[in-house]
């Protein structure tokens, strides 16, 4: 079981890595500042882990998913108020439902800050005390410093794949270990033609070129989404291809168990169509 009493963190592969009561030093709010999470009991499912800001898990359809102990508590953690209650309110609000409504899925939530350089590293040290098997970075950005530890890290956590949307990654991505997807989007669609604009890397200049990229989704785009600027809704078609990538290998692990890590990576690879102009080993048809 875990709990906020007994979970600890320690050094890995040079990062440091300070235990939650002082990883941000700051204290945690009262009780009543965040609503007490909704009774439940764990669902059962590939547990996934979403790295971020948190989420609203007083939404039903969430709280109905989420990962929980023997005592209906929730597994996970807020790094920045060092308590088991990562909340935020409607933080990413269509994507969070969209993969608690997938089958045989249950949810980690972590809430990192953006700002700080261990945030993911501290993460996935959690993740080790966790079921989960699959990890989604939706916010922040990965650094290049960060890869090489990581790729150490894995070596004792070889049944985890990070999902990381490109966008989130340094635009010069080096050392990427093999159980870490770097996955971008393929608007479709009546915007569709906003793809040429992409690939031509005309408002992508601030992430990896194709050629880092792993792989592609396809991301059916709606009217909604014309609202936000460029970047803005770039990085939320590829925040919606990482979440749908991550429901794709729970399918996968649910028909294998026994796909992890660098194995479930090589088998997503292999459902990709060459297409160079937007990653490197081609476009995966959305579910």
Not at 20 to 33: E, I
Not at 170 to 193: C, E, F, I, K
Not at 225 to 247: F, H, K, M, S
Request: aromatic share 4%.
């Amino acid at each position: 079981m875990i709990s906020r009493r007994s979970f600890a963190l320690g050094a890995v592969a040079g990062v440091h890595l300070p235990a939650p009561a002082t990883a941000q030093r700051k204290s945690p709010p009262a009780a009543s500042a965040k609503p007490k999470l909704p009774p439940g009991r764990d669902p059962g499912g590939v547990a996934i882990a979403i790295i971020g800001a948190g989420v609203d898990y007083t939404r039903p359809e969430i709280a109905a998913r989420l990962a929980r102990d023997g005592e209906g508590d929730l597994i996970g953690w807020d790094f920045i108020d060092n308590d088991n209650r990562p909340f935020t309110k409607d933080h990413h609000p269509t994507l969070l439902p969209h993969v608690a409504a997938a089958p045989a899925v249950r949810l980690v939530p972590l809430r990192v800050s953006p700002d700080t350089v261990d945030a993911i590293g501290q993460a996935l040290v959690f993740l080790k005390r966790t079921p989960a098997r699959i990890a989604i970075v939706l916010d922040g950005r990965v650094l290049p410093q960060f890869w090489k530890p990581f790729d150490e890290f894995v070596a004792e956590a070889t049944d985890l794949l990070l999902i990381v949307p490109s966008l989130r990654a340094h635009p010069r991505p080096s050392l990427v270990p093999d159980n870490a997807v770097l996955v971008t989007a393929v608007p479709q669609g009546r915007y569709a033609m906003l793809v040429a604009r992409k690939f031509n890397l005309s408002n992508f200049d601030a992430g990896p070129a194709p050629q880092d990229i792993d792989v592609a989704l396809t991301i059916e785009t709606t009217d909604a989404e014309r609202a936000n600027g460029t970047r803005e809704r770039d990085l939320a078609w590829e925040d919606t291809a990482a979440v749908r990538l991550a429901g794709l290998c729970a399918t996968l692990i649910a028909r294998e168990p026994v796909l992890a890590g660098p194995a479930l990576k090589q088998r997503l690879l292999a459902l990709a169509k060459p297409a160079p102009r937007a990653a490197r080993h081609g476009v995966i048809e959305a579910p």
